[in-house]
């Protein structure tokens, strides 16, 4: 099973994720709007969570967060209880409106955490509750000074998506379910602290740091990291925060953010956020980007010196409209915030780059797609846009499906209906649902609407229904015709019968092209290949983390042992799961698993405690 950027897990723990078609009725879209979000514990349907203020102190030597955080809460159905989600955390004092009161959490619910249960009035307005994150609270990374690039300092950071906000703040927990929020953080003096908020842009003397957001977010787009980190400004609203060390190539890098901003503002409507800045995170970042308003948190695996990664940054920006803006109402609706997404970043890069640029991206994303589809298994439940996650967890099922089939049907409609009457379709359904949230079933309706005319309904003209609540690619998906990559295979078969290349037609060739080329051969190559190409390329020593991770699973096939040392210095600090995972697997299925668990031994602690239970379960089975 492909995943995104988890694990492909062994197929006994897959059929959890590999629901039967029969589980879930075909629903007509005309009928069911009614949203239940089974991912989260809490009662936010009866007492409505209107804002949180949170007032922590940041220990790194006991690895907690610790303080308040206060509710004001709605109850607008005179509600016994305000319920929230907790995972793993120490409450240690209640309040409501300011008087002690007894509360109780409930047993813990596999994937959820637990229920925090707060006994209240039908006219109480304040919740405080006094508490402390776990030892094992999932959504916090804390970093040793050896494993940022500074080496003097620790670090932490947050990755609250997509149900980890509950192991660091006591919030009702689901994508439907939003609040405005502001903060007080206590950290050692010298550290920079931000959050998914107005941020400072240096640090101050006194080491506390105070912060508000004042769009209504999910619990999913709180964010805080803490590190010795600095600033600077691309433009007046656009900028990028890394650790000293990397922050002149961080922002060489993301030099285009201004304009990738204007184009997205061009497409789709004013950004609402405010300012938009980019944190590089330490290399352990378990992911590649991570939407976060206001300050999207990005691997430094992005910054390849040619800027050919920065459609990362497209792909995050765009979340602040499909996503941060819209966001889907369950994690059963994720293909709403991703495959949007998806599709929304690739117009962002063809107004930047051009169509065949782009077209190379569209290739490669319906190549991923085809996998995952062949991994999930053609006709499997998982493969439907439509999610149905009850009873798991949403993260361990997120594949490649959500996102490559979800922007494949939004390119479709694009063609189906013309650009222009998209694009407009497109803004006013963002402007239309503004910090709101949506579900599958609401934006067929509203497409049926709206781009349905008298002689054909949408469903006659594109079988939207097969799409979305139907296994694999339906037959009249759109696919790119790249005339990029027609050349590059045309020099992959000159190389496979001939042995050489002519290095003067690969010239011109960005990373999307080297990855085509790669991600097409047989395996395994042969050493003398793999030596020749290498030779000619400098793939052992490539600086570019997209092609260095395919040359060396590619490697790893081959048994080219010429380039395990730096293969060996990749797993020793990138902590990427969407890199770490296929290096890990090659290794496992070419009988090197010895050397495989050698490697996990002496680096697992670079990675995140999640990425880390992950691949021991690869590693070892359990
Ligand atoms: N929002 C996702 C990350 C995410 C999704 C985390 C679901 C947890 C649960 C983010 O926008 C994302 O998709 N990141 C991708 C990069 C992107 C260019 C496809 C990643 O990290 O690989
Ligand atoms: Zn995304």
Not at 14 to 31: I, M, P, R
Not at 263 to 292: H, K, Q, S, T
Not at 307 to 316: F, G, K
Request: a neutral charge; charged letters at 20%.
């Amino acid at each position: 099973m492909k995943k995104r950027f988890l694990l492909p897990v062994a197929l006994g723990v897959l059929g959890a994720c590999n629901n039967t078609a029969s589980d879930s009725k075909q629903t007509a879209f005309g009928t069911d709007t009614t949203v239940r979000d089974t991912h989260t514990l809490s009662n936010a349907d009866s007492v409505v969570p209107k804002h949180v203020s949170l007032d922590l102190a940041v220990d790194f030597g006991t690895r907690q967060l610790s303080g308040t955080a206060t509710w004001q809460i709605q109850n607008r159905l005179g509600a016994k209880e305000f319920v929230t989600d907790d995972a793993g955390l120490q409450i240690e004092q209640v309040w409501a409106d300011g008087t002690p009161v007894n509360f109780y959490t409930s047993p813990p619910v596999q994937y959820l955490g637990t229920a925090l249960h707060i006994p209240i009035g039908s006219n109480t307005q304040t919740v405080r509750i006094r508490y402390k994150t776990g030892a094992e609270a999932s959504a916090l990374q804390w970093l040793a000074p050896a494993q940022t690039s500074y080496k003097t300092d620790s670090f932490l950071y947050t990755q609250s998506e997509a149900i980890h906000a509950r192991s660091w703040v006591p919030a009702p927990d689901g994508p439907g379910i939003r609040f405005t929020y502001d903060a007080r953080i206590r950290v050692p003096k010298g550290l920079l602290v931000l959050m998914s908020a107005t941020n400072p842009q240096a640090p101050n003397d006194s080491g506390i740091y105070t912060f508000r957001m004042e769009e209504p977010v999910p619990a999913y787009l709180m964010a805080l990291a803490v590190g010795k980190l600095e600033f600077q400004k691309i433009d007046d609203r656009t900028g990028v925060y890394a650790e000293p060390g990397v922050l002149s190539r961080a922002t060489w890098e993301l030099n285009e953010m201004p304009k990738m901003v204007q184009i997205a503002e061009g497409l789709y409507g004013p950004y609402r956020w405010g300012r938009y800045d980019v944190l590089i995170l330490p290399p352990g970042f378990p992911i590649g980007g991570m939407e976060n308003p206001r300050l999207t948190f990005a691997t430094p695996t992005i910054l390849a010196g040619d800027r050919s990664l920065a459609n990362l940054i497209a792909h995050e920006l765009a979340h602040n409209w499909s996503g941060n803006l819209v966001t889907s109402a369950t994690w059963n609706d994720i293909w709403m915030n991703e495959g949007f997404t998806v599709y929304f970043e690739r117009r962002i890069t063809e107004a930047m780059l051009g169509k065949s640029y782009v077209d190379m991206l569209w290739a490669l994303g319906y190549q991923d797609l085809e996998k995952a589809v062949v991994e999930l298994g053609p006709q499997s439940r998982a493969t439907w846009l439509k999610n149905d996650l009850t009873g798991q967890d949403p993260e361990e099922c997120l594949t490649d499906v959500p996102y490559e089939k979800g922007s494949l049907l939004l390119w479709m409609l694009e063609r189906q209906a013309g650009r222009e009457k998209w694009d407009a379709f497109l803004k006013a359904y963002f402007n239309r649902h503004a910090f709101g949230s949506i579900t599958t079933e609401q934006f067929l309706n509203e497409l049926h609407a709206q781009l349905s005319d008298t002689d054909s309904t949408l469903e006659k003209k594109i079988r939207i229904r097969e799409w979305v609540y139907g296994p694999g690619i339906p037959d009249n998906a759109p696919q790119a015709d790249s005339a990029r990559f027609t050349q590059v295979n045309a020099i992959r078969n000159a190389f496979l019968s001939s042995g050489t290349i002519d290095k003067a037609a690969t010239q011109a060739w960005t990373t999307h092209e080297w990855l085509h080329f790669l991600r097409n051969m047989p395996r395994p190559l042969t050493v003398p290949q793999m030596r020749y190409l290498d030779g000619q390329f400098g793939f052992t020593k490539s600086k570019n983390s997209e092609i260095a991770d395919l040359w060396f699973e590619t490697a790893i096939h081959a048994k080219y042992i010429t380039a395990y040392p730096e293969m060996e210095d990749f797993l020793s600090k990138v902590g990427r799961q969407k890199f770490l995972t296929p290096l890990y697997t090659a290794l496992k299925e070419s009988d090197q698993v010895a050397l495989a668990q050698r490697y996990f031994e002496t680096y697992h602690n670079a990675y995140h405690p999640i990425a880390q239970a992950r691949l021991r379960k690869l590693l070892t089975g359990s």
